[in-house]
């Protein structure tokens, strides 16, 4: 627990942008409450691949919210079939089963549909608020935690100022 904490608090001190950090998480949330295995996942690991985003805080979030998911797939399966069955969907659902890419994609799958509504509607506010909480952090907890006498002390160490030549060697 103490390690997944030191990793948070590591990731909101990066020098990663808080929009970076927060759709990271965003991604994370959509394949961990999705079924890993569907077409939608891929498109999103290509994103997270393709776009900017900081891939510690996807794993960290992917591996947090697939533990949410486990609890949750009980309301997803009831959404998913509420939306499934929805009588003025009907034709809408067999139009789309009909046709050969929607049927490889599962939507069909009650776990999988209720998920993916879940993940779609929570995607912006989830954004918005991680990204209001990093900053907030940011601009009240890390310039405290800065000005203590522990942190003056380490920084002013020579493994500090060795650790800040070396850390730019890999970006």
Excluded at 90 to 100: D, G, R
């Amino acid at each position: 627990m103490i390690r997944i904490v030191a990793k948070v608090l590591k990731i909101f001190n990066s020098e990663s942008g808080p929009r970076q950090i927060s759709l990271a998480l965003c991604f994370s949330m959509f394949v961990g409450f999705t079924p890993f295995v569907s077409i939608h996942n891929l498109v999103i690991l290509f994103c997270v691949l393709i776009l900017r985003v900081n891939l510690s805080t996807f794993i960290l979030g992917l591996a947090a919210f697939s533990g949410i998911a486990y609890f949750l797939d009980p309301l997803f399966h009831s959404l998913g079939m509420a939306i499934l069955t929805a009588d003025f969907l009907q034709a809408f659902w067999t139009v789309l089963y009909n046709a050969i890419f929607w049927r490889l994609a599962y939507f069909n799958n009650s776990i999988l549909m209720g998920s993916f509504i879940v993940s779609l509607l929570l995607f912006f506010p989830v954004y918005f608020l991680m990204n209001w909480a990093i900053q907030q952090y940011r601009q009240q907890f890390m310039g405290r935690v800065r000005k203590t006498r522990i942190m003056q002390a380490l920084t002013a160490s020579k493994f500090y100022s060795i650790y800040q030549s070396v850390s730019g060697w890999w970006r």
